[in-house]
Protein backbone atom coordinates (compact mmCIF):
# COMPACT_ATOMS: atom_id res chain seq x y z
CA UNK A 1 0.00 0.00 0.00
CA UNK A 2 1.40 3.20 -1.19
CA UNK A 3 1.56 6.12 1.43
CA UNK A 4 2.32 9.84 0.90
CA UNK A 5 3.34 12.35 3.55
CA UNK A 6 3.80 15.99 3.14
CA UNK A 7 5.06 18.02 5.55
CA UNK A 8 6.30 21.81 5.61
CA UNK A 9 2.93 23.44 5.04
CA UNK A 10 2.14 26.60 7.67
CA UNK A 11 1.30 30.73 7.50
CA UNK A 12 4.17 33.05 5.98
CA UNK A 13 4.18 36.52 5.04
CA UNK A 14 4.45 37.52 1.39
CA UNK A 15 7.35 37.69 0.23
CA UNK A 16 8.42 34.38 2.35
CA UNK A 17 9.83 30.98 1.80
CA UNK A 18 8.32 27.26 2.38
CA UNK A 19 9.41 24.04 1.76
CA UNK A 20 6.92 21.00 1.67
CA UNK A 21 8.82 17.34 1.38
CA UNK A 22 7.06 14.47 0.55
CA UNK A 23 7.25 11.26 1.73
CA UNK A 24 6.92 8.80 -0.05
CA UNK A 25 6.20 4.76 1.17
CA UNK A 26 6.93 2.81 -1.90
CA UNK A 27 9.52 0.37 -2.82
CA UNK A 28 9.75 1.23 -6.27
CA UNK A 29 9.76 5.03 -5.62
CA UNK A 30 12.60 5.81 -8.65
CA UNK A 31 10.01 4.27 -11.44
CA UNK A 32 7.30 7.12 -11.28
CA UNK A 33 6.62 10.43 -11.87
CA UNK A 34 6.00 12.43 -8.68
CA UNK A 35 4.18 15.86 -8.42
CA UNK A 36 2.60 18.67 -6.32
CA UNK A 37 -1.03 19.82 -6.44
CA UNK A 38 -2.87 22.76 -4.89
CA UNK A 39 -6.68 23.47 -4.62
CA UNK A 40 -8.12 26.80 -2.64
CA UNK A 41 -10.87 27.19 -1.51
CA UNK A 42 -13.53 27.98 -4.52
CA UNK A 43 -10.98 27.09 -6.84
CA UNK A 44 -10.49 23.52 -9.23
CA UNK A 45 -7.02 21.41 -8.47
CA UNK A 46 -4.35 22.19 -10.37
CA UNK A 47 -1.05 21.16 -11.02
CA UNK A 48 1.69 22.89 -9.80
CA UNK A 49 4.90 21.45 -10.55
CA UNK A 50 5.94 18.02 -11.48
CA UNK A 51 9.11 15.93 -12.04
CA UNK A 52 9.69 12.89 -14.32
CA UNK A 53 10.86 9.20 -13.08
CA UNK A 54 14.34 9.97 -13.78
CA UNK A 55 14.34 13.25 -12.47
CA UNK A 56 15.37 14.46 -16.25
CA UNK A 57 12.30 16.40 -16.70
CA UNK A 58 10.19 19.35 -14.67
CA UNK A 59 7.02 20.83 -15.22
CA UNK A 60 5.98 24.01 -13.51
CA UNK A 61 2.86 25.86 -14.10
CA UNK A 62 2.61 29.72 -15.46
CA UNK A 63 2.14 31.02 -12.15
CA UNK A 64 5.07 29.63 -10.36
CA UNK A 65 7.52 29.08 -12.91
CA UNK A 66 10.84 31.21 -11.61
CA UNK A 67 9.73 30.64 -7.68
CA UNK A 68 9.17 27.51 -7.40
CA UNK A 69 11.48 24.39 -7.53
CA UNK A 70 11.11 20.71 -7.23
CA UNK A 71 13.01 18.14 -6.81
CA UNK A 72 13.18 14.36 -6.07
CA UNK A 73 15.57 12.45 -3.73
CA UNK A 74 15.38 8.68 -5.11
CA UNK A 75 17.69 7.16 -2.26
CA UNK A 76 15.44 9.13 0.70
CA UNK A 77 12.20 8.22 -1.32
CA UNK A 78 11.31 12.43 -1.17
CA UNK A 79 10.08 15.21 -3.33
CA UNK A 80 10.50 18.31 -1.61
CA UNK A 81 8.51 21.96 -3.16
CA UNK A 82 10.87 24.67 -2.31
CA UNK A 83 8.78 27.55 -2.50
CA UNK A 84 10.25 31.45 -2.56
CA UNK A 85 8.68 34.68 -3.14
CA UNK A 86 5.21 33.70 -2.04
CA UNK A 87 2.03 35.51 -2.77
CA UNK A 88 -0.86 35.90 -1.45
CA UNK A 89 -2.37 33.67 -4.33
CA UNK A 90 -0.46 30.63 -3.55
CA UNK A 91 -2.37 30.36 -0.20
CA UNK A 92 -3.85 26.77 -0.91
CA UNK A 93 -4.34 23.00 -0.01
CA UNK A 94 -1.04 21.46 -1.37
CA UNK A 95 -1.29 17.69 -2.27
CA UNK A 96 1.63 15.04 -3.12
CA UNK A 97 1.04 13.11 -5.44
CA UNK A 98 2.59 9.81 -7.20
CA UNK A 99 1.80 8.94 -11.15
CA UNK A 100 2.84 6.45 -13.71
CA UNK A 101 6.20 5.54 -14.82
CA UNK A 102 5.98 8.26 -18.19
CA UNK A 103 5.49 12.10 -18.07
CA UNK A 104 5.41 14.48 -15.48
CA UNK A 105 2.79 13.85 -13.21
CA UNK A 106 0.81 17.66 -14.22
CA UNK A 107 -2.20 15.52 -15.41
CA UNK A 108 -4.91 15.03 -12.21
CA UNK A 109 -6.73 12.38 -14.59
CA UNK A 110 -2.96 10.30 -14.53
CA UNK A 111 -2.51 10.61 -10.41
CA UNK A 112 -2.18 7.01 -8.96
CA UNK A 113 -1.92 8.10 -5.74
CA UNK A 114 -2.63 11.15 -3.17
CA UNK A 115 -0.93 12.59 -0.28
CA UNK A 116 -3.57 13.68 2.50
CA UNK A 117 -2.52 17.33 1.79
CA UNK A 118 -0.75 20.03 3.86
CA UNK A 119 -1.72 23.83 4.26
CA UNK A 120 -0.31 26.80 2.95
CA UNK A 121 -1.62 30.08 4.30
CA UNK A 122 0.17 33.88 2.49
CA UNK A 123 -0.67 36.54 4.28
Known amino acids: HVQLVESGGGTVQVGGSLRLTCAVSDYSFSEYCLGWFRQAPGKELEAVSGISADGRSTYYADSVKGRFTIARDNAKNTVTLQMDSLKSEDTAMYYC?????????????????WGQGTQVTVS
Open 97 to 113: ALGPSFGTCKAVAAINY
